[in-house]
């Protein structure tokens, strides 16, 4: 089976030793997405935050020949659960009619204090 790597050309790609995405098969993993733009900026709230996670999560999936509607599974990582309808709002705008299995949970922090929500998805393709 082959496998292809998905880069955002992120310096820390490299660093840590990960990818955005990774396609084997017909399967598709993202890695844990924050609302951080393509300038390196964190958007504002929970629900900007989700937002652009989900937006960078698509353009991922568009790397790896997939979309949005192939997404089977999501795990959605807050700071603050009691955010928990902004972050759904965001996700179900996206997966409303898709309906991933989904799980969210509030987490201690993640690696910037500026950041509220960290996004993976999984997708495969029938």
């Known amino acids: 089976m082959s496998r292809k790597n998905i ?6 790609e490299p660093i840590i030793g990960y990818s955005r995405a990774v396609r084997v098969g017909n399967q598709v993993f993202v890695s844990g997405t924050t609302g951080t733009d393509a300038n390196g900026q964190v958007a504002g709230d929970t629900y900007a935050q989700s937002k652009q996670a ?8 568009t ?9 089977v599974r999501t795990r959605i990582f807050m700071t603050d659960i009691t955010q928990w309808e902004a972050a759904g709002k965001a996700h179900g705008e996206v997966f409303g009619s898709i309906r991933p299995a989904t799980t969210m949970v509030q987490v ?10 960290e996004i993976e998805a999984d997708a495969v393709v029938a």
């Open 7 to 12: 880069s955002t050309g992120s310096k820390w």
């Open 54 to 61: 989900l937006a960078n999560i698509a353009a991922a999936l």
């Open 63 to 71: 790397q790896a020949g997939v979309s949005v509607e192939n997404v």
């Open 108 to 117: 201690a922090k993640l690696i910037d204090p500026a950041m509220l929500v």
